[in-house]
């Protein structure tokens, strides 16, 4: 990909936890915890996204309660609803919002994103997760939380159930003829009939085709069935990585199993996390990081840790040597990429079990470089312009101080450098990614008919 | 109640169906179908309403596509989605949104509506429905449509749960105390460990308990177990009558049925439907109704009888007299009240199919006046002050200027006779209609230990 830097657009979004992304981040000074359940907060950080025209904001979700919501700022509102109460206060900015297919059914779910697609004139964004958390079985009748590769059996299917129900109205199903009283064309709506493993499903679905025909589908999960859904399906990829070389290889093979999988690789945006701490001097923005670890409860970091490592460390010494040889290599967290990604931190920065902590609590794995502005422009040039990257979901470490240096300091600099926009020039959040509209594939079979 | 007009206070909802409530509505001269997925003629109605001081603007919902749909505007946008993009642009008025306690998770539409609930500062209204429409069902893996004793009996249980989750955060439950590191008391919090005979949900929930505790509980079901489904759980009460008389007898049965389930029946708002034709003179109101009449489509409006009737009249001559002998009374949909309501204008008014058709395109079944803006407050006053309803559910035949004749015209009648408030005194719906904020559950049960 070097050499094309002119064409390539760089992509940003702006990942929103509501005090940052540093677990402590709540309690630092400048954040506002007690507005995180008001929506003008939320309304007020898009807004700011858009000024500086970032492709889109991003909610994660997940349908339980987290553990040790005593320390932290653990609950979630549905995103969906939420984004809808954005998308009515801004014009350009994407609409990114998490929702599983373990946990809804795919009529509810094709309803909730082709309306936010509708009402906000395209702006859509599903990020598709087959919800690790184990706690959520229990809030929909199971004993027992699926495992990773039954979950991603239903959500293969989940997601051809809904594209056909976001196809099922063809384009120019709508007629709208006051004179002839004729409403739609009914012969270009579609019943899906849809029979599989997992759904039966009849449609057609209750809605015309949305602005974007269906929302952009974002996904996350980059273990070996992550990957290979990630390939067949989705066209904004969210990952998580240390290094340039690791974000390297994962993009390569992502790109190389989505040809495989018969799609245009160069229609897939890979977008690693990045929580960068910006400093007036590289000093200043370490001191950022260390005011924020000082926070820190390590009781509930623990806990953070065993959710991600299916261990508990909470017997081991917090400034000893990180205990490697307690990791269970056979829990079901082992198959999961921030696993891997934790032990490749171990193995290669030796961290004490309080660094490790120190380190996770930035962002849950994800990149957490330091610097000036322009050393963290650098880093984001580096990285795109080496292909490691298309662009990156910007988790600030805290709200709303650590994500003004980032637009204030960080944005202009990389539009005076020519790899992101200064302008809008599209109005859907496909055309800021530079994704297709995808046609019907009921438009399809009948073109193929004639 | 009588004698009590000066305390009781008249409650108007605005029911909004894309085009307006006559099934011909869209080709009026002044409806703007092309607009009907446009969030910003949603948004403008609400504002108008609001600027009237309505309680609250009302959707209904199927998650199905309606048959018929090349002759009318049967789409369906998802409320609770499209209620969020309201609320981002309106401060005081309620926002009530439909939802199937047949084909939801109760843990995804608690999430909905308590969301709801927070982003708009307690505004949200659930109309609990169970689903009619018989095709739902194979959009979500069912080969038959569960009847309607089966359906109420999961909604029995459905309330339960949502009200349980609702109430799983106790109000005190957040603490943000950036200086101590605690966020929650977690001892606030509890898991609802519901075991039913259709659900299985531990909880608790995740997000704290919303401005209103919980969203009010709207239910339009009249059958004898959507009376008694209402009497135990609905706060407020839509229902269609065609004469106050009938009106009455139903408030009245209502009232003592919530009685006898053990609740305070002034703690429930009956709310009848009207769609109001309104013109400076009797004649000229008779006229928006007969030329909206002359917009039918006779197929259309055959098969929504159909669907209210379970019977297909097609065969019959549209000027002849209503084939009653046709009806079966044995059909699932003879225990409804719309059925009922049909029946009674047979009965009492002998119309030809034709006539019957048109008098059921105004609002399927609904009060349909028409006069004078002051022969219409006189309707509402005197339904009101007999006791035969709370307040109405406005269904304007037409948008938007038929609803631009109620407000302008009748809205200030109402408030000059000292029936309709000119301000608003409260901030959320509950405080609109005078219901009470519910206690937790868990609270209360704290409170008995100690």
């Not at 909610?59 to 040790?68: C, E």
């Not at 499903?201 to 859904?229: K, M, T």
């Not at 290094?243 to 190389?256: C, V």
Request: hydrophobic share 40%.
């Amino acid at each position: 990909m070097s050499g094309t830097t002119q064409s390539r657009q760089l992509s940003l979004n702006l990942f929103i936890y509501p005090g940052g992304h540093h677990e402590a981040a709540w309690r630092h000074p400048d954040s506002v915890p007690e507005r995180a359940l008001d929506i003008r907060y939320y309304q007020a950080l898009a807004q700011q996204a858009e000024a500086a025209r970032l492709d889109a904001i991003f909610f994660a979700d997940s349908p339980s309660l987290a553990d040790h919501i005593r320390y932290g700022s653990r609950y979630r509102f549905e995103p969906v609803t939420w984004l809808s109460a954005v998308a009515a206060v801004t014009d350009r900015i994407g609409l990114i919002g998490t929702a599983s297919t373990s946990y809804y059914e795919p009529y509810n779910l094709a309803r909730l994103f082709a309306t936010l697609d509708h009402l906000s004139g395209g702006r859509a964004g599903w990020n598709i997760v087959t919800t690790s958390a184990e706690g959520a079985a229990a809030n929909f009748n199971l004993s027992q939380h699926p495992d990773a590769h039954a979950r991603y059996q239903r959500a293969d299917e989940f997601v051809r159930v809904v594209s056909a129900l976001w196809d099922s109205w063809e384009d120019d199903a709508l007629v709208v003829d006051k004179h002839s009283g004729i409403f739609a064309e009914d012969a270009r709506v579609h019943a899906i009939g849809h029979e599989g493993a997992h759904f039966r499903v009849r449609g057609a679905f209750n809605l015309p085709r949305s602005p974007q025909g269906r929302p952009v589908y974002v996904q996350a999960g980059s273990s070996e069935e992550g990957r290979d859904f990630a390939a067949r399906h989705a066209e904004a990829i969210f990952t998580a990585h240390q290094t340039l070389e690791s974000a390297h290889a994962f993009s390569q093979d992502l790109r190389k199993r989505a040809t495989a999988a018969g799609r245009d690789a160069a229609q897939i945006r890979i977008l690693p996390g990045i929580c960068p701490y910006i400093g007036s001097t590289a000093a200043e923005a370490r001191q950022h990081a260390e005011a924020l670890n000082e926070l820190i409860q390590p009781e509930y970091s623990l806990a953070q840790l065993r959710n991600l490592l299916g261990v508990d460390l909470g017997g081991y010494q917090l400034d000893a040597a990180f205990p490697l040889e307690a990791l269970d290599f056979d829990a079901p967290q082992s198959t999961s990429s921030r696993f891997r990604v934790i032990v490749d931190i171990v193995e290669r920065e030796q961290p004490t079990l309080r660094q490790l902590i120190q380190k996770l609590a930035g962002a849950r794995g994800h990149w957490t470089p330091s610097g000036t502005p322009d050393q963290i422009a650098d880093l984001i040039q580096q990285w795109f312009e080496a292909g490691a990257a298309d662009g990156f979901n910007v988790m600030p470490p805290w709200f709303p101080t650590g994500f003004d240096l980032f637009v204030d300091e960080v944005v202009p600099l990389l539009q005076a450098r020519g790899l992101f926009r200064r302008e809008y020039t599209g109005r859907t959040l496909r055309e800021h990614y530079g994704l297709e509209r995808p046609v019907s594939q009921f438009a399809e079979a009948v073109a193929e008919v004639f």
